[in-house]
Nanobody, 125 residues
Framework: QVQLVESGGGSVQAGGSLRLSCTTS????????ISWFRQAPGKEREGVAA????????YYVDSVKGRVTISLDNARNTVYLQMNSLKPEDTAMYYC??????????????????WGLGTQVTVSS
Protein backbone atom coordinates (compact mmCIF):
# COMPACT_ATOMS: atom_id res chain seq x y z
CA GLN A 1 0.00 0.00 0.00
CA VAL A 2 1.46 3.30 -1.09
CA GLN A 3 1.41 6.13 1.43
CA LEU A 4 2.59 9.72 1.27
CA VAL A 5 2.99 11.59 4.53
CA GLU A 6 3.60 15.33 4.59
CA SER A 7 5.08 17.35 7.43
CA GLY A 8 6.66 20.72 8.06
CA GLY A 9 3.73 23.05 7.59
CA GLY A 10 3.06 25.88 9.99
CA SER A 11 2.49 29.59 10.42
CA VAL A 12 5.12 32.13 9.49
CA GLN A 13 5.31 35.82 8.76
CA ALA A 14 5.80 37.14 5.27
CA GLY A 15 9.42 36.83 4.22
CA GLY A 16 9.92 33.73 6.32
CA SER A 17 10.80 30.19 5.30
CA LEU A 18 9.44 26.70 5.70
CA ARG A 19 10.61 23.30 4.61
CA LEU A 20 7.97 20.74 3.82
CA SER A 21 8.73 17.03 3.75
CA CYS A 22 6.97 14.19 1.97
CA THR A 23 7.93 10.67 2.92
CA THR A 24 6.73 7.83 0.74
CA SER A 25 6.28 4.21 1.71
CA UNK A 26 4.99 1.08 0.10
CA UNK A 27 5.89 -0.80 -3.02
CA UNK A 28 6.65 1.80 -5.65
CA UNK A 29 8.34 0.39 -8.69
CA UNK A 30 9.60 2.37 -11.60
CA UNK A 31 10.46 5.92 -12.42
CA UNK A 32 8.18 8.39 -10.79
CA UNK A 33 7.33 12.02 -10.43
CA ILE A 34 6.78 13.44 -6.97
CA SER A 35 5.02 16.75 -6.85
CA TRP A 36 3.70 19.35 -4.48
CA PHE A 37 0.30 20.85 -5.08
CA ARG A 38 -1.48 23.48 -3.06
CA GLN A 39 -5.03 24.61 -2.59
CA ALA A 40 -6.05 27.89 -1.05
CA PRO A 41 -9.59 28.45 0.28
CA GLY A 42 -11.97 29.07 -2.58
CA LYS A 43 -9.38 28.30 -5.23
CA GLU A 44 -8.55 25.34 -7.39
CA ARG A 45 -5.65 23.11 -6.53
CA GLU A 46 -2.50 24.00 -8.45
CA GLY A 47 0.79 22.28 -9.04
CA VAL A 48 3.69 24.05 -7.34
CA ALA A 49 6.79 21.97 -7.97
CA ALA A 50 7.79 18.50 -9.05
CA UNK A 51 10.84 16.32 -9.38
CA UNK A 52 11.47 13.32 -11.58
CA UNK A 53 13.16 10.54 -9.63
CA UNK A 54 14.83 9.17 -12.76
CA UNK A 55 16.26 12.34 -14.28
CA UNK A 56 16.13 14.61 -11.21
CA UNK A 57 14.68 17.28 -13.47
CA UNK A 58 12.68 19.80 -11.50
CA TYR A 59 9.60 21.74 -12.49
CA TYR A 60 8.10 24.87 -10.95
CA VAL A 61 5.03 26.99 -11.43
CA ASP A 62 6.01 30.54 -12.39
CA SER A 63 4.67 32.08 -9.17
CA VAL A 64 7.25 30.27 -7.00
CA LYS A 65 10.31 30.25 -9.24
CA GLY A 66 13.33 31.64 -7.44
CA ARG A 67 11.71 31.18 -4.03
CA VAL A 68 11.06 27.46 -3.87
CA THR A 69 13.35 24.46 -4.28
CA ILE A 70 12.28 20.85 -4.54
CA SER A 71 14.79 18.12 -3.73
CA LEU A 72 14.94 14.38 -3.28
CA ASP A 73 16.63 12.18 -0.67
CA ASN A 74 16.40 8.67 -2.06
CA ALA A 75 17.90 7.07 1.04
CA ARG A 76 15.07 8.50 3.15
CA ASN A 77 12.35 8.16 0.49
CA THR A 78 11.67 11.80 1.13
CA VAL A 79 11.06 14.82 -1.04
CA TYR A 80 11.56 18.28 0.39
CA LEU A 81 10.03 21.60 -0.59
CA GLN A 82 12.13 24.48 0.67
CA MET A 83 10.10 27.67 0.55
CA ASN A 84 11.76 31.03 1.11
CA SER A 85 10.52 34.62 0.95
CA LEU A 86 7.04 33.41 1.68
CA LYS A 87 4.10 35.64 0.79
CA PRO A 88 0.55 35.73 2.15
CA GLU A 89 -0.62 34.37 -1.21
CA ASP A 90 1.37 31.20 -0.51
CA THR A 91 -1.13 30.38 2.23
CA ALA A 92 -2.73 27.05 1.35
CA MET A 93 -2.97 23.39 2.14
CA TYR A 94 0.03 21.73 0.53
CA TYR A 95 -0.30 18.20 -0.80
CA CYS A 96 2.34 15.72 -1.83
CA UNK A 97 1.49 13.72 -4.95
CA UNK A 98 2.95 10.73 -6.74
CA UNK A 99 2.73 9.84 -10.40
CA UNK A 100 4.07 6.39 -11.24
CA UNK A 101 5.33 5.30 -13.67
CA UNK A 102 6.46 8.62 -14.97
CA UNK A 103 9.53 9.77 -16.85
CA UNK A 104 8.59 13.43 -16.83
CA UNK A 105 6.45 15.65 -14.66
CA UNK A 106 3.50 17.70 -15.76
CA UNK A 107 2.15 19.42 -12.61
CA UNK A 108 -1.33 18.30 -13.70
CA UNK A 109 -3.75 16.73 -11.25
CA UNK A 110 -4.84 14.26 -13.90
CA UNK A 111 -1.38 12.67 -13.80
CA UNK A 112 -1.44 11.96 -10.07
CA UNK A 113 -1.91 8.40 -8.86
CA UNK A 114 -1.52 8.93 -5.11
CA TRP A 115 -2.10 11.85 -2.77
CA GLY A 116 -1.02 12.69 0.75
CA LEU A 117 -3.41 14.19 3.27
CA GLY A 118 -1.78 17.60 3.21
CA THR A 119 -0.04 20.03 5.53
CA GLN A 120 -1.22 23.58 6.16
CA VAL A 121 0.97 26.59 5.40
CA THR A 122 -0.18 29.97 6.66
CA VAL A 123 1.73 33.17 5.88
CA SER A 124 0.72 36.33 7.69
CA SER A 125 1.48 39.84 6.50
Amino acid sequence: QVQLVESGGGSVQAGGSLRLSCTTSGSIVGSKCISWFRQAPGKEREGVAAISTSSLFTYYVDSVKGRVTISLDNARNTVYLQMNSLKPEDTAMYYCALDVPAYACSLRESSVDYWGLGTQVTVSS
